[in-house]
């Protein structure tokens, strides 16, 4: 009973680590599209800006990340190279704009980088891959650091959503405590999502959001910006 108590703050812990603002792969350099989303009026207060991140959060984030994570984690734990490589590169596929494309590659070969130092040799062919996604890198550690695919889910969407709101306060803007209320909401609306994502069907798996993609593209050469395109 020890053992097992220890071996799951070990995977708490770890799952912190992960999601952690401090994670040095660059999240905070992106806002995706909400920087041309505040340009053009979209948002502009807390309601708002709250209102695009839960729904983000609750459409595309369930019906597309988290379970393409799902699959990679339980392909990481079998080493079933075939479908990591299968749905990276899907996942690839359903971003709807170069920039939202570069952005997963540049975090996930980030990702690959910490891990292969962090002594997870898996890591390494994914420093330079063409189909290098942070979901694929996140479902890695996971399942290498023993924590259960719900709490690794839930971290993936919390961790989303840190990044989001970091980027409304610089952008709306918004004051901090605006800031934690739409975490808070963020709080009480993860559990369902990151569950409905855990049992999608394959052919289920899909959304288009369109303000988003517009926003990212759009974004790709606005004049003047705060974060990186």
């Known amino acids: 009973m020890i053992d097992a108590a220890r071996q799951g703050d070990a995977a708490l812990l770890r799952l912190m680590q992960l999601v952690s603002p401090a994670l040095p792969v660059g999240a905070y350099a992106y806002s995706q599209g909400m920087e041309h989303a505040v340009h053009a009026g979209w948002l502009w207060d807390e309601g708002s800006a709250q209102e695009w991140i839960i729904g983000l959060l609750q459409n595309p984030l369930c019906h597309v990340d988290v379970p393409v994570l799902v699959r990679m984690y339980a392909a990481w734990e079998v080493d079933d190279d075939a479908a990591l490589q299968r749905w990276s590169a899907f996942l690839g596929a359903c971003r709807e704009s170069r ?15 910490l891990l292969r130092d962090l002594k997870i040799e898996e890591a ?7 189909h290098a996604s942070f979901a ?17 889910a839930q971290g993936y969407l919390w961790a989303w959503t840190e990044n989001q709101v970091a980027a409304a306060i610089k952008l709306v803007p918004l004051g901090q405590t605006a800031g934690q209320r739409i975490l808070s909401q963020a709080v009480a609306v993860i559990p369902a999502a990151a569950a409905k994502g855990l049992v999608l069907a394959d052919e289920d798996i899909g959304f288009v959001a369109p303000r988003l993609a517009i926003g990212s593209a759009l974004h790709e050469d606005q004049y003047s910006r705060l974060f990186r395109s």
């Open 99 to 113: 920039e939202l494309q570069l952005e997963d590659r540049q975090l996930g070969t980030a990702l690959a980088r």
């Open 136 to 152: 694929a890198l996140f479902a890695l550690a996971a399942a290498r650091w023993r924590v259960p695919v719900t709490a690794a």
């Open 124 to 130: 390494a062919p994914w420093c330079a891959h063409p």
